[in-house]
């Protein structure tokens, strides 16, 4: 019954979201965002491949270390660029809402944190949970280590989103401040730590790049906002030519890799750490789809269209969060039921000719996770007051366990540690949220006295 009235509450949101659209949103940015996450889903389902060898033992082998044709095809699917563009002017209407409304920085980035962090609960709930549940049903620490690199690694960009979030004030204050030279210093910057990173000892340099072109990208969202960027058509795609030309010529003539994705052994990888080709190809996009917003506006204005489009936006975290984890969850059944589809090498004829049927069986996998867990994606929010302390502890908490996750799983690789961080970073975010509630800390004698004095 309770199943029920939460499908009847979901599709009366979706309905009520639908039609209170206003009509001055900027739809495009929606489209954007449900677009390039629906690549991501569909190139990381492609990209990870699991298979069993001859022995009956599961292991992880990306498909573009398999098959260099397939790289050039990242320029197409590595969209992250557009998910932080996207975010930027999210984050900058919202910012300046709150500022508006004299809303302190600390409730403004609970409520932004909070949003993020809160369907991460149940996906670390299953990966602290694994290390002991799995063995029990038969599966052994290869298949640990496999799925959980697989379905974690992916994580980074929540982390890394969150920290780009907190910087929120200052970033903004920057674009008002100095507006296109805020990214053009972005963009020389992140150049002169790849120029430093790949010509002396100093690598390390390079991971400064993590922030910088991270932010710099979060930073065009802003210019997006204010309509600061190619308005024209024809200037638009005159940019979005140059850029990809600059990114090409740094391709062919220096050492960075041709794959936008992350790959070793193929000249240097583009995105870990992040290099300057990243922010070229993310402008080169937004170039791009300012260029043809004006055709982009009315195909989101198609209620059909935009009625998929709220669809996805409600469930868009637990979609990004589960959809690998949904693969690794496929391979388990595989491996109970003999290996059946997952004897195939990746890139082998006999692999492709599965894809369709992992793909279908992955959408509907997903599908039904997002079913299940999608009711953490929106959190009631009490409105009380917090300092920053607080959402930031949060989020530095997420970050380290995020980074102690997708770099090495749950499995072997992990120590042993891997539940446990999982399992930490659960305990945490329950108990901040708690802590907030609690009639003795300071959040709710504060909002006490508010409601006192009004």
């Known amino acids: 019954m309770s199943r029920r009235v939460d499908e009847r509450r979901f599709t009366s949101a979706l309905r009520e979201v639908a039609d209170r659209t206003p009509s001055d949103r900027n739809r495009v940015v929606d489209l954007v965002r449900v677009a390039a996450l629906s690549f991501i889903v569909v190139g990381h389902w492609l990209k990870q491949g699991l298979y069993l060898d001859e022995a009956g033992e599961l292991h992880r082998s990306g498909l573009l270390g398999q098959s260099e044709w397939t790289h050039p095809l990242t320029w197409v699917f590595q969209v992250m660029p557009l998910i932080?563009?996207?975010g930027g002017f999210a984050n900058a209407m919202s910012w300046r809402r709150a500022?508006?409304?004299q809303e302190t920085y600390g409730t403004w980035l609970r409520h932004r944190t909070r949003r993020l962090t809160t369907p991460?609960?149940?996906?670390?709930?299953?990966?602290?949970?694994?290390?002991?549940?799995?063995?029990?049903?038969?599966l052994g620490d290869d298949w640990l280590h496999a799925a959980s690199k697989t379905s974690l690694v992916a994580t980074w960009f929540l982390a890394t989103y969150l920290v780009v979030v907190a910087l929120v004030p200052?970033?903004?204050a920057a674009w008002r401040r100095w507006g296109w030279m805020s990214i053009v210093g972005g963009g020389v910057l992140a150049a002169v730590f790849d120029l430093v990173s790949l010509t002396t000892d100093l690598g390390f340099v390079g991971y400064l790049?993590?922030?910088v072109v991270w932010v710099t990208l979060h930073q065009c969202g802003y210019a997006w906002l204010d309509r600061r960027g190619p308005s024209h058509g024809g200037w638009g795609l005159l940019f979005c030519g140059l850029f990809l030309m600059a990114l090409v010529l740094l391709v062919w003539q220096g050492p960075y890799g041709v794959s936008m994705v992350g790959v070793d052994g193929h000249g240097v990888n583009n995105t870990v750490p992040p290099r300057v080709?990243?922010?070229?190809?993310?402008?080169?996009?937004?170039?791009?789809?300012?260029?043809?917003?004006?055709w982009l506006r009315r195909l989101a204005r198609s209620p059909v269209v935009w009625a998929l489009i709220v669809l996805v936006e409600l469930r868009a975290m637990t979609l990004y969060l589960w959809h690998l984890t949904a693969l690794s969850l496929l391979s388990a059944v595989s491996i109970w039921l003999g290996g059946w589809g997952l004897r195939a090498q990746p890139s082998s004829h006999e692999w492709w000719l599965l894809r369709p049927g992992w793909l279908l069986a992955l959408m509907v996998t997903t599908a039904l996770l997002v079913w299940l867990f999608g009711r953490f994606e929106n959190p009631r929010l009490e409105k009380i007051t917090v300092r920053s302390?607080?959402?930031t502890l949060e989020i530095a908490?997420?970050?380290?366990?995020?980074?102690?996750?997708?770099?090495?799983?749950?499995?072997?690789?992990?120590?042993?540690?891997?539940?446990?961080?999982a399992a930490l970073c659960f305990v945490c975010l329950l108990g901040l949220r708690w802590w907030e509630r609690s009639p003795g800390s300071w959040t709710a004698a504060t909002a006490g006295r508010r409601r006192a004095e009004r």
Not at 120 to 125: I, T
Not at 399 to 420: D, F, K, R, T
């Open 99 to 101: 500022s508006a409304g």
């Open 170 to 172: 200052l970033t903004h």
């Open 209 to 211: 790049n993590v922030l």
């Open 397 to 421: 908490v997420v970050v380290i366990c995020l980074a102690q996750l997708g770099l090495y799983g749950v499995g072997w690789q992990s120590g042993g540690n891997g539940g446990a961080v």
């Open 84 to 86: 932080f563009a996207v």
């Open 277 to 294: 080709t990243i922010l070229l190809l993310g402008c080169a996009q937004l170039a791009g789809v300012m260029a043809l917003e004006p």
């Open 389 to 391: 302390w607080s959402p």
């Open 120 to 138: 991460l609960l149940p996906l670390l709930a299953l990966w602290a949970l694994a290390p002991v549940v799995a063995p029990a049903v038969g």
